[in-house]
């Protein structure tokens, strides 16, 4: 099987299909010898902020020369983006490989596009000896097939907060429980403080399994380089942190990572120069990620739910161009909450173009832009079905100067593969 019929394979699946449960997922894997069972696995859930803290992770322990897996979803240009070894992604061959290895022992075609490729990334990380796996849930915890993961190194919540309620739960507490549910028995937990009714899921579930809870302390921002994507933050002991990442977020997700590694040390050892040298080098595209574009800029963020734009609304009302005309290029996903998704960035739509973000699971441009105009009536409202006709009539129109792409990974994705495919025919 080579690459490309690999990716037919898995695309066969249908990404937009979710099956929660971990029943498939272990028959599969003891079909395949286990292979998650032999990593250290530092496993990460949250509603926001896991890839954040995740490639913070992955890129300090490389910095102290572990080797490292990382697995993440979704990706923004490649599948192979979610598996990477050392900062790289998974080869065609290997993925091709491991993928053909994978569905042969999936003969009833039962797992989903997620399940099959949680499979791939645990061979791939056994077989390449890693030293520590930086794993970040798909939806939820307890259910996740991540889940499997039986004696992790540490167990990591992120945030907590109103998202796939459908999949979830229809209140906090009980999203908390699912996201709660990779706490293992006797394994380290942290987590940044969480809202009230979160932190007491949290702390009952920890308490229940005596698993020792960290609460990580806050740190704040001290200086932002908004055109070259730096922050600087300061810690609770004064300590600074430089990242390569700006959003509002960043400084409770460098904090997390901090607390992660500092309860590790005695298992993953970090100096205070591994830590500032992979901080530096961290490198995690669609987090309010600003794009120069000679006279103009082009402002990038994945946010997909409420908490996320709430994040993104924050960064913006602190971010130079503030106050400034700018165009809102939306897209979402059917299945999320579009009116909470809206709601924070309310205040800065008078210019908006409503697109479809590749994905089975996006909702329509023209249903988006009623929820758009039912929300801001006074907004200019234009509907554009693809990010690349969004991006080129933002560029070669008279216009804002400022343009930001939002409401989902997926048009983040997308909208980067129409620069360079825009900048290629210039």
């Known amino acids: ?25 272990r028959r599969h894997l003891k079909r395949l010898g286990n292979p998650h069972a032999r990593l250290p696995v530092i496993h990460v859930a949250g509603t926001n902020g896991k890839g954040s803290v995740c490639a913070i992770l992955d890129s300090v322990l490389r910095a102290s020369g572990r080797r490292t897996g990382l697995f993440t979803s979704p990706h923004l240009f490649d599948v192979r983006e979610r598996i990477r070894e050392g900062g790289r992604w998974i080869s065609e061959d290997d993925f091709a490989r491991l993928m053909s290895r994978a569905l042969k022992a999936d003969k009833k075609k039962s797992l989903t596009y997620f399940e099959l490729l949680t499979a791939v990334a645990f061979l791939w990380f056994a077989e390449r000896k890693c030293e520590a796996v930086v794993l970040e849930t798909g939806l939820g915890g307890r259910l996740d097939a991540t889940n499997v993961v039986e004696k992790p ?18 209140t906090l507490p009980e999203i908390a429980a699912e996201k709660a549910g990779i706490i293992k028995r006797g394994c380290p937990v942290f987590c940044p403080h969480l809202s009230a009714p979160a932190m007491k899921v949290v702390r009952a579930r920890a308490g229940a399994l005596k698993a020792p809870l960290t609460v990580s302390a806050a740190w704040k921002t001290v200086r932002v380089d908004w055109r070259n994507n730096v922050q600087v933050f300061a810690g609770p002991r004064g300590e600074r942190a430089r990242l390569s990442l700006l959003g509002a977020g960043q400084a409770s997700n460098v904090a997390l990572a901090r ?8 298992v993953l050892p970090v100096s205070d120069k591994a830590w500032e040298a992979g901080l530096s080098e961290v490198k995690w595209p669609g987090r309010f990620l ?14 997909h739910n409420p908490e996320a734009m709430a994040n993104l609304a924050d960064t913006w009302r602190l971010s130079p161009w503030f106050g400034r005309k700018s165009r809102w290029i939306v897209g979402v996903m ?16 008078r210019d908006v173009v409503t697109v479809r973000p590749p994905s089975p699971r996006a909702l329509e441009p023209v249903t988006l832009a009623r929820a758009v105009r039912r929300l801001v009536p ?14 080129d009539s933002w560029l070669k129109a008279p216009g804002p100067a400022t343009a930001v792409v939002c409401g989902s990974f997926y048009l983040v994705g997308a909208a980067t593969d129409a620069l360079r495919d825009l900048h290629a025919a210039n």
């Open 1 to 25: 099987m080579d690459f490309a019929s690999a990716r037919r394979e898995l695309e066969a699946r249908q990404e937009a299909r979710i099956e929660l449960g971990l029943s498939r997922v």
């Open 153 to 170: 190194l540490a167990s990591v919540i992120t945030s907590l907060s109103m998202d796939h309620m459908q999949f979830l739960g229809e």
């Open 259 to 266: 607390s992660v590694l500092d309860g590790l040390l005695g």
């Open 290 to 303: 600003v794009r120069p574009l000679g006279r103009r800029t082009l402002i990038l963020d994945g946010a």
């Open 334 to 349: 059917r299945d999320k909450d579009v009116a909470g998704i809206l709601k924070p960035i309310a205040p800065f739509l």
């Open 378 to 391: 006074q907004a200019r409202v234009t509907i554009e079905h693809d990010p690349q006709t969004a991006l």
